[in-house]
């Protein structure tokens, strides 16, 4: 029911020019959500990052704040949830949580995500005068959502993070049948302005990962996050491909294990087996989880193995295990690194202590790799199949630029509260002012 004294307003706290640490409020009918508490990714690790300054969100003192919606699993969405008191609920997806806490073994550092309530693909709930419905997209997240929020008469559809050119159907999905009559959309725009390339697909990424495997004699280490479970999936489609043998650490296994899907590869899958890092078996032995080396010793393949017949395996890890590799001589000259995370990791200073450990090994680095963010041409497709009153830039650099790609452009300042207008009253006025100027 349309009302008109209290209309839905939006304020973007943190990302309207800002790649990270999104957080956006929401308020209708006395009402209000949050949508992401990310941390910033200009916070280094041991950086104090406080949450934005909304009403109850630190002390529950606000009764008119319902809920945090977390739309996935990376720091940037969600790493401020710690700070959030402990009566405000908080919604995320169920493997995404479940992920975020089976890897705090490996990465302590990481906040906890233990939600209240769990966002289910297609699932509308209500959260006082809100109507919430998550959409799953596809991203380098598992379980990420996209959500539209409905109060007031007014609909807001936001994007979370998302991609089309990964193995999902969930965009094409949401291209056939987009959420109808969204009045604004929130679209994240991490490549808008900062383009210089389309992404390549995930499927690229494994037809050019096994090429580079067969033409490898020796050991394969490929580089890369242990939560990036379609990486997970690309390398093993990619390995049996070259006819070789994946060997995943436990922090992967440990995480696929946690998405609950019996379709994603784990020890026991054909042709997977584990290979420990040094590091986590001190973690195992220090914490004294003794089940966790328990529960994959049948699969378990030994540095000695590796020295003995590289050209049986592919590794996947992250980069202190290619540092292991390279010194123990697993990975020599004749194998081969293969970087498959952003390449702006490897500028910085270890990135450039990998690279000199490789290159005085011997070793090729080699980079297979695709974004988790939709290039600005399938952006303009969702865009055009959601056709909202106004587009709203979040998590980009790159918020003057929207007007150049996306009709109905509207960038926003982080702070600052607009309404969401109906969907036809912005429509009669655009013709006349299109595409509004950040201001
Ligand atoms: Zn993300």
């Keep these: 029911m349309t009302s008109p004294a209290s209309p839905m307003r939006v304020r973007v706290h943190r990302g309207c020019h800002e790649v990270g640490g999104s957080c956006v409020e929401v308020e209708a009918e006395g009402a209000r959500l949050v949508l992401d508490v990310g941390r910033p990714l200009t916070a280094g690790p041991d950086d104090l990052a406080a949450l934005p300054d909304v009403p109850g ?57 233990r939600p209240t309530g769990y966002l289910v693909d297609g699932q509308t709930f209500a959260l006082g005068p809100f109507r919430v419905t998550p959409h799953l997209v596809d991203h380098s997240a598992f379980d990420a959502y996209a959500v539209v929020v409905e109060a007031a008469g007014r609909r807001l559809m936001y994007t979370g993070d998302l991609r089309g050119h990964g193995r999902k159907r969930s965009f094409a999905r949401m291209l056939a049948a987009p959420p109808a009559g969204i009045d604004a ?75 609950g899907r019996s379709t994603i590869p784990r020890p026991g899958f054909p042709g997977l087996g584990v290979w420990m890092p040094r590091r986590q078996r001190v973690q195992v032995k220090e914490s004294g989880e003794f089940h966790r080396t328990a529960a994959v010793r049948r699969y378990r393949v030994f540095t000695e193995e590796l020295v003995a017949h590289p050209e049986r395996y592919v590794v996947l890890g992250g980069s202190s295990a290619a540092h292991e590799l390279l010194r123990d001589r697993a990975l020599t000259a004749g194998g ?82 607009w309404e969401v207008a109906p969907h036809r009253a912005l429509a009669s006025s655009s013709a006349a002012s299109r595409s509004p100027r950040c201001p």
């Design 185 to 259: 959309l929130l679209m994240e725009g991490t490549h808008v302005g900062s383009e210089r390339h389309e992404p390549v697909t995930e499927s690229r990424v494994e037809f050019d990962l096994a090429a580079t495997i067969r033409s490898t004699a020796g050991l394969a280490m490929v580089a890369s996050s242990a939560q990036n479970i379609d990486r997970l999936v690309t390398v093993y489609r990619a390995a049996r491909r070259a006819g070789r043998i994946l060997l995943v650490d436990l922090y992967s296994a440990t995480v696929a294990e946690a998405t």
């Design 57 to 113: 969100l630190a002390d529950g003192s606000d009764p008119s704040l319902l809920g945090v919606l977390i739309s996935h699993g990376h720091l940037d969405h969600y790493g401020l949830v710690d700070q959030v008191h402990s009566s405000v609920p908080v919604f995320a997806g169920r493997a995404a949580s479940a992920i975020v806490e089976a890897a705090r073994f490996f990465s302590p550092r990481g906040p906890a995500l």
């Design 336 to 417: 081969a690194l293969v970087w498959s995370m952003w390449s702006g990791y490897l500028a910085d200073p270890s990135g450039g202590r990998l690279r000199e450990a490789a290159r005085s090994a011997g070793v090729p680095l080699v980079e297979h790799h695709t974004s988790g963010h939709a290039s600005v041409r399938d952006l303009g497709r969702l865009a055009a199949a959601v056709n909202p009153g106004r587009l709203v830039p979040i998590h980009t650099q790159g918020p003057q630029q929207f007007a150049e790609h996306f009709a109905n452009a509207a960038p926003q300042q982080d702070g600052a509260w």
